[in-house]
């Protein structure tokens, strides 16, 4: 019998979990449940701050991006941001998770998103078909992250922009810095959000999978390593409110 944390642990090296197929059906099943409450939670935990956070990625895009493909877009925050910003000209709102999907509707601009129930392990577009990947809170979350760059390069122009707004393991328990995640901060991921969400949104396993998830994953200059490795050039990291979260992006050589 496997328990959860065989599901998701990860590989040592390779940024791939145990199960992929296992991991896939839990961390859709979670945010199906949580889909109700997603958009209240993330506003009501970031107090506000993910709005930004999402502004500066969108800020990041060049002004003359035609089609942007948003993927774990979720309820469309992202993609619709980038729309409100002016940036770009179509707007592919893509999740495997349907229930996350269907919290776009009803929202300013949701009318002009194309959404699509899609897989970033496996993504159902051809080769070079968009100017630009946003991924906002998604890629964390992946089973296979060299897996899902390689879609995503695969997808992308040359010259496309990738921009990736996530919760990365934070930098100073990695490097001995004192510019990580200030301590009352990592306090609240821990502890008190875990505990919020499990009165609020009723579900403290999908809350604690956040600062689990976090400390699994690859710091922003690791990551930003990964996607030198993926082709990608300009390769920027900006940190986010005291770094609690980070945009890591590059565009790809053409
Ligand atoms: C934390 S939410 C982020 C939603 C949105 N991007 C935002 O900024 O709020 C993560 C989303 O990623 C989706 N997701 C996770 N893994 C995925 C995968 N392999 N393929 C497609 N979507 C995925 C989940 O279904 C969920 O909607």
Not at 74 to 95: F, P, Y
Request: include cysteine; hydrophobic fraction near 45%.
């Amino acid at each position: 019998m496997t328990d959860f944390q065989d599901i998701h642990g990860r590989k040592a090296g390779t940024w791939a979990v145990n199960d992929e197929q296992a991991h896939g059906r839990e961390v859709r099943s979670m945010f199906a449940r949580i889909s109700g409450v997603y958009d209240f939670m993330n506003h009501f935990l970031s107090l506000n701050r993910d709005k930004a956070w999402r502004k500066n990625v969108a800020a990041r895009l060049d002004s003359d991006v035609w089609e942007i493909l948003d993927l774990c877009a979720g309820t469309g925050d992202l993609a619709l941001t980038c729309r409100g910003a002016g940036k770009g000209r179509a707007w592919i709102a893509a999740d495997f998770c349907p229930e996350m999907l269907e919290g776009t509707r009803g929202k300013e601009g949701a009318g002009a998103l194309f959404l699509s129930a899609a897989d970033a392990m496996q993504l159902p577009f051809g080769d070079r078909c968009v100017d630009a990947v946003t991924v906002g809170f998604g890629v964390r979350n992946f089973a296979d992250v060299r897996r899902g760059l390689a879609e995503i390069a695969r997808v992308l122009r040359p010259g496309g922009q990738f921009m990736v707004l996530e919760f990365y393991r934070d930098d100073r328990a990695a490097s001995g810095e004192a510019r990580g995640v200030p301590g009352l901060i990592r306090f609240g991921l821990n502890t008190v959000i875990p505990l919020i969400g499990k009165i609020v949104g009723r579900d403290s396993a999908a809350y604690s999978y956040l600062p689990s998830s976090m400390g699994e994953f690859l710091t922003p200059s690791e990551f930003a390593d990964l996607l030198r490795e993926f082709g990608f050039a300009e390769v920027i990291i900006e940190r986010q409110t005291f770094g609690i979260a980070h945009i890591v992006g590059g565009r790809l050589q053409e």
